[in-house]
């Protein structure tokens, strides 16, 4: 698939690095790119970054109250009961996790949206919650949704393998109403709609006012920040005074030039042409990333030669995980005793240690990307809120690929040195667990203490 020298492995594989390579200069590059890219998502110009107002502000810290929230977030769908004290502390008395079925994702919308009327059914049965009582609900749903208020939003249009009918254009707050109505649940009042990126800042500036960017690297990968009302020239509103978080939508970031592999990725997608950076930065992606490689390894018998079944094995799409990645990179036994517990695990049995040293390696090649690119995201944004990084930025990040992907932080503020240097210290990442379904309870607080419900003429 890349052109490369005749010859050994050491070849190919410096061939590969350099096709994968993000280097301190294309990185100012994206940069400037991302700030374009933002500055005519604002002003309502045709950009990659749709730049979707939220209709809500960063909370203050002292909002109180107990929610239902729910996580709709691209592999599992979470039930969360959230308690606020009104001094930045969050409790989870109670969750629950549900993986979505296939059919689901990619069945009709009603049938979707059924499947999670029944989860929160199940939870409210499970953690014996009062029915004669209202709770309020604030739903977390991490696709790119056109808000309209803190409590209405469309679908633009589905991302991250899910393509159920009959959502796209419509308003999810209503689908969910009206599944819930359909089952009977007459105890759920919902009161906002969030992104998880938001949930995700809401939770980190609930208890960290420093924290000014909330981001995601799960499944997908996105980020929101608080932007000036001022800025905003697309949103129509008198009052311009204040700040409102913008979910920047970030995957579909389309300036960052895709390889041979992500071009072959792109193709079998549920859309192609669409989130670039989500296929090169995410987990959903970047274990199939790291598979086409190895396929053109295997092609190329540069790796596992004369092992049929591992190449058959890893002929199937979706194979190799970003999972599995993970577990790879994180193998720091001499003899890769991991690595050949994993291929064992699949059949792949009598593998040398040089082929092990190349696959652990070119999984390196290919999430070392997708850590260079996310780190990037996060500094255009950074230096969009503060150019000459005078304040101290806390980013919020939620999601397993960040979680548990070994070196992928550090990797990302790697990047912040380069950059940087001595200021990069004022940029600290962290771990926001659960944020996205934490912190939309923040939300629907922010909203329950807000008098103001813009919307959109
Ligand atoms: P979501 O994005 O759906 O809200 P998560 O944040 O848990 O949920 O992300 C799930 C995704 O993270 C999985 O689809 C997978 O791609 C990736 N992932 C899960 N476990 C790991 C891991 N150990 N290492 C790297 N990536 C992982
Ligand atoms: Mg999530």
Redesign the pocket.
């Known amino acids: 698939m890349i052109s490369a020298p005749p010859g050994d492995g050491e070849d190919f594989f410096s061939s590969l690095e350099k096709v994968f390579s993000i280097s301190e200069n294309d990185i100012r590059v994206m940069i400037e790119d991302f700030h374009v890219e933002m500055g005519k998502g604002l002003f309502g110009d045709k950009s990659s970054l749709k730049m979707i107002p939220s209709f809500i502000d960063k909370p203050k810290g002292n909002e109180k109250g107990e929610f239902v929230a729910l ?1 709709l ?4 769908f979470r039930v969360l009961t959230v308690i606020l004290d009104g001094k930045g502390n969050v409790t989870v008395p109670a969750a629950s996790e549900f993986a979505i079925p296939r059919k689901h994702m990619r069945g009709t919308g009603v049938s979707l949206f059924d499947f999670i009327a029944g989860c929160v059914d199940t939870f409210l049965t499970e953690n014996h919650i009062d029915r004669n009582k209202t709770h309020d609900l604030a739903f977390t749903f ?1 696709f790119p949704v056109e808000q309209t208020s803190i409590a209405a939003g469309k679908l633009i249009a589905w991302t991250k393998g899910f393509t159920a009918t009959g959502v796209q254009g419509r308003d999810v707050m209503v689908l969910l109403n009206e599944a819930l109505k359909r089952i009977d649940i007459r105890c759920i009042h919902i009161t906002a709609l969030v992104n ?1 990126t938001v949930g995700t800042l809401a939770a980190g500036s609930y208890s960290d006012p420093a924290c000014d960017l909330g981001v ?1 690297m ?3 990968t996105n980020a929101c920040y608080r932007e000036a009302l001022s800025n905003m020239e697309k949103l129509n509103v008198a009052d311009r005074n204040g700040h409102m978080i913008v979910n920047i939508e970030w995957g579909n970031f389309d300036k960052v030039k895709p390889n041979a592999y992500d071009r072959s990725l792109d193709k079998t997608s549920v859309n192609p042409g669409a989130m670039y950076l989500e296929k090169m930065v ?3 992606y970047l ?1 199939e990333i790291a598979r086409l490689v190895l396929m053109d390894l295997i092609g190329r018998e540069l790796i596992l030669v004369n092992k049929p079944h591992a190449a058959q094995y890893f002929q199937e799409r979706g194979s190799f ?3 599995d ?2 577990l790879i990179e994180g193998d720091k036994t001499g003899r890769l005793e991991g690595v050949t517990l994993f291929l064992e695990r699949n059949g792949i049995l009598n593998i040398s240690l040089r082929d092990k040293t190349q696959f652990k390696r070119l999984c390196g090649i290919v999430s070392s990307r997708a850590a260079r690119l996310g780190a990037a995201a996060i500094s255009a944004v950074l230096t969009w809120m503060d150019p000459n990084l005078k304040d101290r930025h806390t980013v919020g990040i ?4 960040f979680e ?2 070994p070196g992928f932080s550090t990797k990302m503020t790697d990047v912040f040195k380069e950059l940087y240097g001595q200021k990069s210290e004022k940029i600290a990442l962290v771990h926001s667990k659960d944020g ?1 379904g934490r912190g939309a309870a923040v939300i629907a607080a922010v909203a329950a203490s807000s008098e103001r419900n813009t919307k959109i003429n």
């Open positions: 996580d977030g691209g592999t599992n991490s998880d995601i799960g499944t997908g995410s987990g959903m274990g995980k970003t999972e990645m993970s939620d999601g397993s690929l548990k992907h996205s």
